[in-house]
């Protein structure tokens, strides 16, 4: 029987997994572009993973296999884009390198919409949510996530990652009246020190 609690536990291993991004991110781009990675940076993505499973703490997963395939899949998809953005499409127009993403994206999954087709109309709040999704949270948030690896390379961009969590937690208190424990501050602070020490490079993705 479907019960909400058990979608959180699925959801928050699922948050995991798309927190290896920033590790995947790092060991492409060492062997694609051959970038060296610092033992500052290291730590941090380490430290800034370790938060992640203290704010949704794994003990509570529940996913399955398959799931747990395709987040990783996802995962390392983000990490092959970031880099192969970096490595080959950086003077590219950033509208039209979004747009064809987009429409890509949107055909391959439109085939695996007709297996999951709703019950009924979907209603204004959820047509409302999906607009905000595809067009604020993707579509745009997609312009600042390309001009973040011009200036910074994928791997230290990859670590945008860790706030998915700490956002979704933020937002859970404020519009669900959800309590932040200490346990859970503690790790949004794990979070924001790993980012700072994984972001602390000189080197400019420009001169790679």
């Known amino acids: 029987m479907f019960s909400y609690a058990s979608l959180g536990a699925t959801s928050n291993m699922l948050g995991i997994l798309n927190g ?12 694609w572009l051959k970038e060296s990675i610092s033992l500052k940076q290291m730590f941090g993505i380490i430290l800034g993973f370790l938060g992640i499973l203290v704010l949704v703490n794994p003990a509570n997963g529940s996913a399955t296999l398959g799931a747990s395939g395709f987040a990783l899949v996802g995962a390392l998809s983000y990490s092959f884009s970031g880099v192969y953005i970096q490595k080959y499409q950086l003077n590219a127009n950033k509208f039209v ?23 009924q109309i979907p209603d204004n709040n959820a047509i ?9 949270s993707t579509g ?3 312009l600042g996530y390309i001009r973040l690896i011009e200036q910074i390379g994928a791997v230290r961009t990859s670590t945008v990652t860790y706030l998915l969590p700490v956002f979704s937690i933020i ?6 009246q959800e309590k932040i424990t200490w346990i859970i ?24």
């Open 20 to 31: 290896t991004t920033a590790f995947m991110t790092m060991v492409v781009a060492y062997f």
């Open 97 to 119: 390198l979004i747009g064809w993403a987009m429409l890509f994206g949107g055909l391959l999954l439109t085939p695996l919409s007709f297996f999951n087709l709703p019950d």
């Open 128 to 136: 409302a949510a999906l607009m905000w999704l595809g067009i604020v």
């Open 140 to 142: 745009i948030a997609y």
């Open 171 to 176: 937002w859970g208190s404020i519009f669900l």
């Open 185 to 208: 501050f503690g790790g949004f602070i794990f979070v924001m020190i790993g980012m700072y020490f994984a972001n602390n490079k000189t080197t400019k993705a420009s001169e790679k």
